[in-house]
């Protein structure tokens, strides 16, 4: 039928403490729903390539300024998103805009400052927080070399985490909190029970892809 050739994508974004599992079960979400996969930062652009030798440790910049890129960097991608799920194809993002609030929170910045630059990005259709204690989140095989990758500064990450989850659930956005301690394969089977009626509701419904 007519209405069946213009059905929209889902956008599913995957948050969650680095180490939390998010790329694992990205990958798998994608295969499963045959879906383009991106991650932010979105390191291969001119400004990914910039937040790139921050994470890295090569160059300094003001808290508020990588803030920015990190969104900018968003920004730049988002028409291929929406386009993308405006074409019927399922988008799997690995981080967003809520990594961009927990981290930049996590350094003192004032929350509502940290949301404004990314006001008017494509918005979820749900978002599932891979839920992990920092020490547990350190415990899979130990930090690297980047910013960021330090026990004390994951655990304020994971308590701004949960501050964003109110805050999208207080703004209408579909938010989902799944237990990362468990095996790899109910994580993934956890992760599908949210999903799927996500898209079923897209599919049933027809609506627009939202704005953040
Ligand atoms: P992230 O992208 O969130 O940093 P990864 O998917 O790269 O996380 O996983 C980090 C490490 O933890 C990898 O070595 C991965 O194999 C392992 N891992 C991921 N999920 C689980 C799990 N549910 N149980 C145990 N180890 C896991
Ligand atoms: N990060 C990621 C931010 O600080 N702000 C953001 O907007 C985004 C998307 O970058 F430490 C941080 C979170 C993490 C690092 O690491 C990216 P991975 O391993 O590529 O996810
Ligand atoms: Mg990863």
């Not at 729903?33 to 652009?45: N, V, Y």
Request: hydrophobic letters at 35%; proline letters at 2%.
């Amino acid at each position: 039928s007519n209405t069946e050739a213009t059905k929209r994508g889902a956008l599913i974004v995957v948050e969650g403490l680095d180490r939390a599992g998010k790329s694992t079960q990205v990958a798998r979400l994608a295969e499963a729903l045959e879906a383009r996969s991106i991650k932010f930062p979105e390191r291969t652009t001119a400004i990914g390539k910039m937040i790139d030798s921050y994470l890295a440790q090569e160059r300094e910049l003001d808290d508020r300024a990588i803030h920015l890129l990190f969104s900018a960097n968003r920004w730049e991608c988002a028409r291929s998103i929406i386009e993308e799920v405006e074409s019927g194809r399922n988008v799997v993002c690995d981080r967003y805009a809520f990594s961009g609030i927990a981290y930049s929170c996590s350094k003192g910045l004032d929350y509502e400052w940290c949301r404004n630059p990314d006001i008017g990005l494509p918005l979820p259709d749900l978002t599932v927080f891979l839920d992990l204690d920092a020490e547990a989140a350190a415990a899979r095989g130990g930090y690297g070399e980047e910013r960021y990758e330090k026990l004390e500064f994951q655990a304020r990450v994971r308590q701004a985490f949960h501050l964003v989850a109110q805050d999208v659930s207080r703004h209408g956005g579909q938010w989902s909190t799944v237990d990362a301690g468990a095996s790899l394969d109910r994580v993934t089977e956890e992760i599908m029970e949210k999903v799927r009626p996500c898209l079923d509701e897209i599919r049933s419904r027809g609506s627009k892809i939202g704005r953040l």
